[in-house]
């Protein structure tokens, strides 16, 4: 008897486990379920919440580097590192007092065969809360990382401060 009641409890257990996975992971609208879906959901939680915090360096490890356009990719290290950090912390603490705040609502998709996503952001601008949508652009290096945020020509201040995109003024003053 005792071992009719583990093995319907096992069920049950296994049931509930399934219909758990299964209502977090089943499509809403506009998103994709794979692998590389939630790797990338993962990724991009991952990177907002460093934000957040002021995390910086965790941020980084979770940003594709790239010389001006997404073609033109820079290996991660200590130098790009500081510039992108320099570069969050300029925007945090300057003038524009600019920094996110919350983020809400990530939906990850693939179109045409490259992983994309949305995310809502709250982001401070001197003193003020400035919410919208935006999307998220993610590039495979060895694992899904974050190399711009928008894919819009125009990109806010905080947009192109927090992607991946080196200018060459940036890297040749680092050199210098």
């Not at 809403?28 to 692998?35: A, D, H, I, L, Y």
């Not at 941020?59 to 820079?74: G, H, I, K, M, N």
């Amino acid at each position: 008897m005792r071992k009719k009641k583990n093995i319907i409890l096992m069920v049950f257990i296994g049931v509930l486990l399934i219909a758990v996975i299964a209502a977090v992971l089943v499509p809403k609208e506009n998103t994709t379920v794979s692998w590389d879906c939630f790797s990338a959901r993962f990724r991009l939680e991952q990177f907002l919440r460093a934000i957040e915090k002021g995390n910086y360096e965790k941020a980084f490890s979770s940003v594709y580097c790239y010389r001006e356009t997404l073609d033109s990719p820079l290996s991660s290290n200590d130098l790009l590192q500081e510039i992108w950090v320099s570069r969050v912390e300029a925007l945090r603490d300057g003038i524009k007092q600019t920094y996110l705040a919350a983020h809400s609502d990530v939906k990850i998709y693939t179109e045409n065969g490259v992983m994309k996503g949305s995310v809502k952001l709250s982001v401070m601008e001197q003193g003020y809360p400035r919410n919208y949508e935006t999307k998220i652009v993610f590039i495979s290096d060895h694992s899904w990382k974050i190399a711009g945020i928008s894919e819009e020509t125009y990109l806010t201040m905080f947009e192109e401060v927090v992607s991946g995109r080196f200018t060459v003024e940036e890297l040749s003053q680092e050199e210098a």
